[in-house]
Structure formats: C-alpha cells, structure tokens
C-alpha cells in the first residue's frame, strides 16, 4: 500500500489495521531508506531491521559452509567460497558472489513456473526486485 512519505502515515496505516482488524502490518519503508518490521514499533528502527537482514541471510551461506532453512542448520559439503544463496517460499532462488577477476559481483537467478512465459515472468520479477535492493544499498553508502 502507499501511503504519503514520513513514518507518521505508515505508522498511521499500522494504527488503522489494528483497529479495523481487516489487515496484519508487516513491513513499511520510504525512499529516504528508512524501514519498519513488524508493528510493535512506530518508526524507523535500525535495530530491527538489522536482526531482518541478519534472519534473511539465514539461507546458504558458503564462507561458513552452512545452510540453514526451517530453524534447522545443515553442512554444505563443498569448499568454503565468498557465495550466498537465497531460497525463496515459491522454489525460486537467488546467488551472489563477488567476481574471482573483475572488481564487480555476480548474480545467478533460478525460478520455478508451470510454464516458459510463467517462469520469464517470475524471473524478471526476482530480477527487479533484488537488485533494487542492491541499488538502495549502493546508494545509501554514497
């Protein structure tokens, strides 16, 4: 949902689904790189959003050689490598790595669709949605 930019109308968005009952608040942002989980707290909040990022990342991680998916952990039973990769609810699945040459990292993308132009479509959506988080990353550090 959009609501106008600044916490007070996510906050205010988070204060009607309590009353109404009719939504459960989950996540809210803005463009100035702020975010909100959960809806136990009415601003932005850096604390929780680093322990998100902390439990996103819990999928495969090959620096450790451990995957975890499920509250369960597991061995990757590969030579350790600068690799994270991502499952998705659906199947689908993101990686990246920095390049072994070349100063710039590398993404490999794989989805799951019940047909070509399904699976073209989840693709470009898994596509455009994590590198736009990389893009707000990137910008948030210049």
Not at 95 to 99: A, E, K, T
């Given at each position: 949902?959009?609501?106008l930019t600044g916490f007070k109308f996510?906050?205010?968005k988070n204060n009607e689904f309590e009353q109404t009952g009719q939504h459960t608040?989950?996540?809210g942002y803005e463009e100035s790189y702020g975010y909100l989980i959960g809806d136990f707290v009415r601003d932005k909040d850096a604390v929780?959003?680093?322990i998100f990022a902390a439990e996103v990342a819990a999928?495969?991680?090959y620096a450790t050689s451990v995957r975890k998916a499920g509250g369960l952990e597991s061995k990757i039973n590969l030579s350790s490598s600068n690799v994270l990769k991502y499952f998705?609810?659906?199947?689908?699945w993101f990686?990246?790595?920095?390049?072994g040459t070349e100063p710039k990292a590398k993404f490999y993308?794989?989805?799951?669709?019940?047909?070509?132009?399904?699976?073209?479509e989840k693709l470009a959506a898994i596509q455009t949605a994590v590198m736009n988080m990389v893009n707000v990353r990137l910008a948030a550090r210049v």
């Open positions: 949902m959009d609501t996510i906050g205010k608040f989950l996540f929780q959003s680093a999928m495969e991680d998705l609810s659906d199947g689908s990686c990246l790595r920095p390049s993308f794989g989805v799951k669709g019940d047909s070509m132009e399904h699976s073209q």
